[in-house]
C-alpha cells in the first residue's frame, strides 16, 4: 500500500474502496459545486508569515472547544450516511475522536444510533439535530441524547428544504443501496465494503427507524424524510428547542453577520460558521471568506468555530488566525473511514495535528492559543484583500 501522507492520499483511497452513491454523497455539492470547490480553494489565497530564529521547542496545541478540554481545536464534524461510507462508520469515528481526544458530533441522519455510540465509545460526544415537523419525535430525540450522555447539542440551521445534489439524483441514493443494475455491478468491484456490510445490523438511520411515528422500516422512512424537514423553523423553535435541551448548544449555519448577531441574542453558547459543504446554496461564501465579518459582528460575545473545506493543518491554523476559536473536519475525516475504517480516521487526524504543528512552529508560534492574523502576510487586511480578489 502507497504511504497515507495527505488527506487527498486518503480520498484517493476511499474513492477506491467505497461504493460509488456513497462516494459521491460524500464528496459533492449542490448544483454547480462552485461553493463546495470554493471552500477547499479560497485557503490557498491566504498567505502565512515564515519566521526564523525562534524558539521551537515546549510546543502545545491543546485548546479548549466550548469550555471542553481539547488536544487541538479540531473536532469530527455531524456527517449524514458515515456508517455507508464503513460499517458501523459511526462508532469507529467516534472510537478515534476518543483516543485522540477530540470532540465526535454524531448526525441526525445517522447509520449507528444515538445508543450505539453511547454503548461503544467511552466519552461523551456532541449531538446534531435536525428540525422536523414532527415536534414530538424532537423532544424525545432531545431526551435520547441527554440519556446518550451528550455534552452539547448542535442545531444545524441551513437545511430547512434540501439543496440539490445531482449526483445523489442520479445515483438514486439510498440506505442501503438499491438493487439496480447498475449499483450491483458497482458494488460487485467493493467486496470489502459489502463484506464489512453484510458482518453488521447497521444499515439504516438508527435514530429515526423504530422511533419516529410511522417509521418502522426503509418502507416507510424515505416519505417521512421527505415531508420532514420544516421550512418553518425560526427563532421561536430555536428557544424551544434551547429549553427542551437545557445544555451547551452550539448553532450550525451561519454565513450571514446578521444571523450571527440572532444567534448571539438566542443565547447560543457558540456558533459554527458554515455552508454546509456547499451542499445547500451553490453561490453563497466559502466558509473562509465569509468568517471576518462575522468576527467582527460577535466575536468575543460568543464562541466562533468554523467549517468547510479544511483539508490540512495549515487550513486549520488559517482559520484560527481569522478568528475561529475551534474547527470541524467533515469530508477529511470521512476519506480516512472510508479508505480504512476506525485506523484512516486515527491516520487523518495524525496528519492534521503533525501539519498543524509544524506550521505553528514555521510561523514562530509555540502555543495554538496565540495564534492571531500576525502570522498572516499582510494580516487580516491583505488575507481579505486576497480573498475579495477571487
Not at 113 to 119: G, H, K, Q, T, V
Not at 160 to 182: E, V
Not at 249 to 272: C, H, R
Amino acid at each position: 500500500m502507497a504511504q497515507l501522507l495527505t488527506i487527498e492520499d486518503l480520498r484517493i483511497q476511499a474513492k477506491r474502496r467505497v461504493p460509488r452513491m456513497f462516494y459521491d454523497y460524500a464528496d459533492s455539492g449542490a448544483w454547480t459545486e462552485g461553493t463546495y470547490r470554493a471552500n477547499e480553494t479560497d485557503f490557498a489565497k491566504v498567505k502565512l508569515r515564515q519566521r526564523v530564529a525562534v524558539d521551537m521547542t515546549n510546543r502545545t496545541l491543546a485548546s479548549t472547544m466550548i469550555g471542553q478540554p481539547v488536544s487541538m481545536p479540531v473536532a469530527l464534524a455531524p456527517t449524514g450516511l458515515t456508517g455507508m461510507q464503513h460499517a458501523d462508520g459511526e462508532i469507529l469515528a467516534a472510537r478515534a475522536a476518543h483516543k485522540a481526544g477530540v470532540p465526535f458530533t454524531l448526525s441526525t441522519m445517522s447509520i449507528c444510533s444515538l445508543e450505539d455510540i453511547a454503548n461503544h465509545v467511552g466519552s461523551p460526544f456532541w449531538f446534531q439535530l435536525y428540525v422536523m415537523r414532527d415536534r414530538d419525535f424532537i423532544a424525545r430525540l432531545i431526551q435520547r441524547a441527554k440519556a446518550a450522555g451528550c455534552s452539547a447539542l448542535v442545531l444545524t440551521l441551513d437545511l430547512q428544504i434540501l439543496g440539490q445534489r445531482h449526483k445523489d439524483i442520479r445515483n438514486g441514493l439510498s440506505a442501503p443501496p438499491k438493487p439496480t443494475i447498475a449499483n450491483m455491478i458497482n458494488l460487485a468491484t467493493k467486496p470489502r465494503w459489502c463484506l464489512q456490510m453484510l458482518d453488521t445490523p447497521r444499515r439504516t438511520f438508527g435514530n429515526i427507524v423504530g422511533h419516529a411515528k410511522g417509521v418502522g422500516d426503509l418502507s416507510s422512512l424515505s416519505s417521512w424524510t421527505a415531508e420532514q424537514f420544516d421550512p418553518q423553523l425560526d427563532w421561536d423553535d430555536v428557544q424551544w428547542i434551547k429549553d427542551q435541551w437545557g445544555g451547551k448548544l452550539i448553532l450550525k449555519g451561519i454565513l450571514d453577520p446578521e444571523d450571527a448577531e440572532l444567534a448571539v441574542k438566542s443565547g447560543a453558547d457558540a456558533l459554527i460558521v458554515s455552508n454546509h459543504g456547499g451542499r445547500q446554496l451553490d453561490g453563497a461564501l466559502s466558509s473562509i471568506e465569509a468568517l471576518p465579518a462575522i468576527v467582527d459582528a460577535v466575536g468575543g460575545r460568543t464562541e466562533i468555530l468554523f467549517d468547510g473545506g479544511i483539508r490540512s493543518g495549515q487550513d486549520v491554523i488559517k482559520a484560527l488566525a481569522l478568528g475561529a476559536h475551534g474547527t470541524f473536519i467533515g469530508r477529511a475525516f470521512l476519506y480516512g473511514l472510508g479508505a480504512m475504517g476506525e485506523a484512516g480516521v486515527t491516520r487523518c487526524l495524525d496528519i492534521i495535528r503533525k501539519e498543524l504543528d509544524v506550521t505553528m512552529a514555521l510561523c514562530g508560534k509555540r502555543d495554538i492559543n496565540t495564534i492571531d492574523e500576525n502570522i498572516l502576510v499582510g494580516g487580516r487586511e491583505e488575507a481579505l484583500r486576497r480573498l475579495a480578489a477571487g
